[in-house]
């Protein structure tokens, strides 16, 4: 049986992991009631493309009434395309960031044995 565990959340969305798998080592990502599984490594990657899309679209030239920005994350099998807004971009961002903080934070409380 699978089980989530609440990692991180924000307006945007929620991240969990999913517990009781061979090796824990799927998050999963719910974003506008969508979910899709990541691992660590893809979490990182999405990370760094997140905040490239911010830095290209801080410099955006585009028309005012252009709200909207595409967010592309291209993995090994996968390919994760989404209309948000600025804001909401930003809320990706802190979405994703947050729960490689937690993630990052567990792994160092457990390696020191302070839980």
């Given amino acids: 049986m699978r089980t989530l565990e609440n990692i991180y959340q924000n307006n945007l969305g929620t991240s969990y992991r999913i517990n009781n798998t ?4 799927f998050l999963a990502l719910e ?3 969508v979910s899709f599984l990541i691992n660590d490594r ?3 990657e999405f990370v760094k493309s997140t905040e490239s899309i911010l830095n290209y679209h801080s410099q955006c030239t ?3 009434d252009l709200k909207n ?5 291209q993995a090994e099998q996968t390919e994760i395309r989404m209309l948000l ?7 990706l961002k802190d979405l994703l960031k947050g ?8 792994t160092l409380l457990n390696k020191y044995k302070i839980n």
């Avoid at 061979?22 to 080592?25: G, L, Q, T």
């Avoid at 920005?69 to 994350?73: D, G």
């Avoid at 729960?99 to 567990?106: A, E, G, R």
């Fill in 31 to 33: 974003i506008n009631k």
């Fill in 42 to 44: 893809e979490l990182s």
């Fill in 85 to 91: 807004s600025y804001n909401q971009l930003l809320q």
């Fill in 62 to 64: 585009c028309p005012p």
């Fill in 22 to 25: 061979e090796d824990n080592a």
């Fill in 99 to 106: 729960t490689d903080f937690k993630l990052s934070m567990d």
């Fill in 69 to 73: 920005k595409m967010v592309i994350y």
